[in-house]
C-alpha cells in the first residue's frame, strides 16, 4: 500500500495516535514504515509542489489547533504549512471528483452489527431457558412412565394401549413441521433437539412453535424395534426426514399372530423397497459408521466401495499461511478466525498435530459430519486421494510437489484444481498476486479487525465445495 492510502486508513480508523515519526521514517505501529520526506499530495495550484508524509501527519495532528497558531506550530517544527485551500479535503488526496468521492466512501461507518441488532432493552432468554428446562423435565417423566408400562406389559399385568401411538403421533403433528427442518443455518440444531424431545423420541410431550407444551398423553405401549419409529434426522438433500410411523398393535384378544419382529414393517412408497431392504441397507450403513464414516446420501451399489469415507481437507504446512493446523479447526467447525500466534497461546504451547478430524456443522443438520484435516498429502499411490475433497493453498508451487497429479511437480496445477477444490484465505486488504491470480481457486477474504465477519466466509467455503462436490457426483459423506 501506498504512503497516503496507510495514512488515511490509519486516521479513518482513529489510529493516529500510534503513528510516530522517528528519525527520518515515519512508522504506523508495527506494521509499515515509510521516509518522512516521500511525496504524497500535490498542492492546489503549484506546478510541481508536494507536501510530504511529515507535512501531512502534522497537520492531522494539529487540526485542533487555530490557523494562525498551526502555522506557528508547523514553521517551529520545520514542515510546510498545508494552506487554507488544502485544508477543506476531509481526508489528504487530489481534490478531483473520483478520489473526493472514494475519500467519502473511506468515512463510513459501521453503525450497527449482528451483536447490536440482538440487543433488546429489559428483554432476556430466561423464559426461553424456563421452556426448555420444563419441556426436559416433563420428557424425562414420560420417559420413566414409558419404561415403567413397558415392564408392566411385558409381566401381563396390564394390557397394551392401542391408542397410545396416536395420541403420540398427534403430538408430533401440533408442530406441523415434524418432518423437516428450517432452512436457515442455526435453527436446525434448536428444532432438531426440541423435536428430539417429541413422542418419536421416547417421549409423549405436545411441543408447539412457541416452547410450550400440551397435557401429557396416556403411557404408550411397549416400543417397536429399533429403525421402526422415531425422528431421523438425515441430509436436506437426502429425502424424507424419518421413518414413517408402524401401525397401531392390535387390540388383545385379537386373532393376529404376527411375529412382534414384524411390528415395524409397512409398505414404503414406490422405489425405497420394503422394511426388510431398509433394514439390511441400515445393518450396512452401521458397519460402515464403525470403520470411520457413515454411508453416503446417495445409495446403491456405489456406496459400497466408496460411500460412507470422510473427506479430507489439506491445509498448508506453513505458519506463514492464515491458515495452519494451529487454526483450521476453530476456523470450519466455527467459523471464528485466529492468528496462528493465537491459536499457539490458546493451545498452551502444545505441538502441532499433523492430523485431526473436525465436524463440520456449516449447511448441515446437527451432530454435523466429519471431515480430516492435514497438512501431509497422502503418499502418491495412496488410496486417500479418492477422499480429498479440499486444499487451501498457501501461494507457492512447492505445496503440491508431491501430488500424483499430471504436472503438479512442476507447478502445472490444471489437473489438480479439476480433481480438488482450492481456497486462498487471504486479508481482503491484500491484493492477490501471482501464481495464485492465475489459478482456479476460489478465494476467501477475511476482514483483518472485524471478526464477525468470518462466519459469513467460512459458509461460502463450504458453499461452494458442496458445488463442487455435487458436480462430481462424489459418494463420499461430505
Not at 520545520?78 to 489528504?92: E, L, Q
Not at 442455526?186 to 397435557?215: E, H, V, W
Not at 441400515?282 to 456406496?303: F, I, L, S
Amino acid at each position: 500500500m501506498d504512503p497516503l492510502s496507510v495514512l488515511r486508513d490509519f486516521n479513518t480508523n482513529n489510529k493516529l495516535q500510534i503513528v510516530q515519526q522517528v528519525g527520518g521514517n515515519v512508522q504506523f505501529g508495527d506494521r509499515y514504515n515509510f521516509p518522512a520526506s516521500t511525496p504524497v499530495y500535490k498542492a492546489a495550484g503549484a506546478a510541481a509542489v508536494y507536501y510530504t508524509l511529515q507535512d501531512v501527519l502534522f497537520y492531522l495532528k494539529s487540526r485542533q489547533l487555530k490557523p494562525q497558531e498551526y502555522v506557528m506550530a508547523a514553521s517551529q517544527a520545520g514542515v510546510s504549512n498545508i494552506n487554507i485551500v488544502d485544508r477543506k479535503c476531509a481526508h489528504p488526496g487530489p481534490p478531483d471528483e473520483a478520489n473526493a468521492l472514494r475519500a467519502l466512501l473511506e468515512q463510513e461507518r459501521q453503525l450497527r452489527n449482528r451483536n447490536t441488532m440482538l440487543l433488546a432493552p429489559n428483554k432476556d432468554f430466561r423464559r426461553v431457558l424456563e421452556v426448555v428446562s420444563n419441556v426436559r423435565k416433563l420428557a424425562a417423566q414420560q420417559q420413566a412412565a414409558a419404561r415403567a408400562a413397558t415392564a408392566t406389559a411385558a409381566a401381563g399385568k396390564a394390557p397394551a394401549s392401542s391408542s397410545g401411538k396416536g395420541h403420540a403421533a398427534a403430538a408430533v403433528g401440533q408442530d406441523g413441521r415434524a418432518g423437516g427442518s428450517s432452512s436457515r443455518y442455526g435453527r436446525d440444531s434448536t428444532a432438531d433437539q426440541l423435536k428430539a424431545m417429541a413422542p418419536g423420541a421416547g417421549g409423549a410431550l405436545a411441543i408447539n412453535m412457541y416452547g410450550t407444551s400440551g397435557k401429557a398423553a396416556p403411557a404408550p405401549p411397549p416400543p417397536p424395534p429399533s429403525g421402526a419409529a422415531g425422528y431421523v434426522p438425515v441430509r436436506k438433500s437426502g429425502g424424507a426426514a424419518g421413518a414413517a410411523p408402524p401401525p397401531p398393535p392390535p387390540p388383545p384378544g385379537s386373532s393376529s399372530s404376527q411375529p412382534a419382529h414384524r411390528s415395524g414393517s409397512s409398505q414404503q412408497p414406490s422405489g425405497h423397497g420394503s422394511s426388510k431392504h431398509g433394514s439390511s441397507k441400515a445393518g450396512h450403513g452401521a458397519a460402515a459408521a464403525a470403520k470411520g464414516g457413515a454411508p453416503g446420501a446417495a445409495g446403491g451399489k456405489g456406496d459400497a466401495k466408496k460411500g460412507g469415507s470422510v473427506p479430507i481437507i489439506i491445509v498448508p504446512s506453513g505458519l506463514t499461511s492464515l491458515i495452519n493446523m494451529y487454526n483450521a479447526k476453530a476456523f470450519l467447525e466455527e467459523g471464528r478466525f485466529m492468528t496462528t500466534a493465537q491459536a499457539q497461546a490458546a493451545s498452551g504451547g502444545a505441538p502441532k498435530p499433523s492430523s485431526q478430524p473436525i465436524r463440520r456443522t456449516a449447511h448441515r443438520p446437527a451432530p454435523g459430519v466429519e471431515y480430516h484435516i492435514t497438512d501431509k498429502p497422502p503418499s502418491p499411490s495412496s488410496p486417500d486421494w479418492e477422499r480429498v475433497v479440499a486444499v487451501l493453498v498457501q501461494g507457492a508451487k512447492w505445496q503440491f510437489k508431491d501430488w500424483p497429479h499430471k504436472g503438479a511437480k512442476d507447478g502445472d496445477l490444471v489437473e489438480a484444481f479439476s480433481k480438488v477444490c482450492g481456497f486462498f484465505v487471504h486479508y481482503s486488504d491484500e491484493k492477490v498476486v501471482a501464481p495464485v491470480c492465475d489459478w482456479n481457486v476460489t478465494l476467501v477474504p477475511l476482514h483483518r479487525e472485524n471478526r464477525h465477519k468470518d462466519m459469513t466466509a467460512m459458509l461460502g467455503l463450504f458453499a461452494r465445495l458442496d458445488t463442487f462436490l455435487q458436480s462430481k457426483r462424489s459418494t463420499l459423506t461430505y
